[in-house]
């Protein structure tokens, strides 16, 4: 099927900012600042197509982060169709709520909320997850950004330096982050723990700062040659033209009492 079969919500700002956002998995596909070029990768062979997830933008995790747990991998909510709605020209609010689908692979009442917000220079996406349950329950999510570059290999990405993390690529030990920069050489799947400072993704000609709050780990992620031409719905060479920075409670879960609401953002910014 062609996303353009696909309900999708447009947001635009007078100086000429746009993003799209697809109801279908609540998906952010598209951001382009004013004055600038696309930000967001989106996977030529991504398939649009019930049931499938949607490689590249920003798709949403939840209530699992990659297959730490029984679930499928990154949760339930990215390839179900939520309600949306445009607030004004550059805002956007979608929900979710659990059903028989949901239900029958994790037994619990929530509701999920994307809220985002386009601005001239910076795009802020903010989840809300409220537990409709009766009793706690627990979960890990994460916004999944695809940062669209020029060429990974010319990319680095700034101010991990202090931080410990999770290195998958290194059968998931742990790891003091002591170098200024990271660069990319090959596969790059690191989960950084701890409060984040703006983490600034560099390129020859141009920059961008990611900031979060409300989530306490910051995902890097970059498949590399061979992983990456092992993706069917990635094409060829389409690991050189992303960095996913992601927003997550990957490796720290939150224990959410009844009626109780989390929220956590993400904010990409242009920068000079």
């Known amino acids: 099927m062609s ?20 109801v279908y998995g609540a998906h952010v596909t598209s951001w382009t600042p004013a004055n600038g070029s696309e930000r967001l990768f989106l996977s030529e062979k991504s398939a649009f197509q019930t049931g499938a997830a949607i490689r590249g933008g920003v798709p949403v995790v939840f209530p699992q982060f990659s297959q730490l747990g029984p679930l499928p991998k990154h949760g339930l909510v990215r390839t179900q169709s939520w309600e949306g709605s445009r607030v004004d020209h550059g805002m956007a609010v979608l929900r979710i709520r659990d059903s028989d689908d949901t239900r029958s692979l994790w ?7 994307l809220s985002v917000t386009l601005e001239e220079a910076r795009l802020s996406i903010e989840l809300a997850v409220t537990n409709a349950d009766d009793q706690p329950f ?13 060429d990974i290999a010319q990319t680095h990405i700034e101010n991990l330096a202090g931080r410990r993390y999770r290195d998958a690529v290194r059968d998931n030990q742990n790891f003091l982050e002591e170098d200024a920069v990271l660069r990319f050489a090959g596969e790059v799947d690191r989960v950084y723990h701890g409060p984040a400072h703006d983490v600034i993704v560099r390129e020859p000609d141009r920059s961008l700062t990611v900031q979060q709050q409300g989530f306490v780990d910051t995902v890097v992620w970059n498949p590399g040659a061979d992983k990456g031409a092992a993706l069917a719905d990635l094409e060829v060479d389409g690991y050189r033209r992303f960095v996913c ?4 409670l990957a490796d720290t879960a939150i224990n959410l009492e009844p009626q109780a609401t989390w929220r956590g953002s993400q904010i990409l910014m242009v920068t000079a």
Request: aromatic share 12%; net charge neutral.
């Open 138 to 150: 627990t979960f890990t999510c994460a916004l999944h950004t695809y940062l669209r570059v020029h």
């Open 245 to 248: 920075v992601e927003a997550a």
């Open 107 to 113: 037994p619990h009442a929530f509701e999920a909320q």
């Open 3 to 22: 996303k353009d079969n696909f309900p999708k919500i447009v947001l635009t700002t007078t100086a000429g900012a746009r993003a799209e956002v697809y």
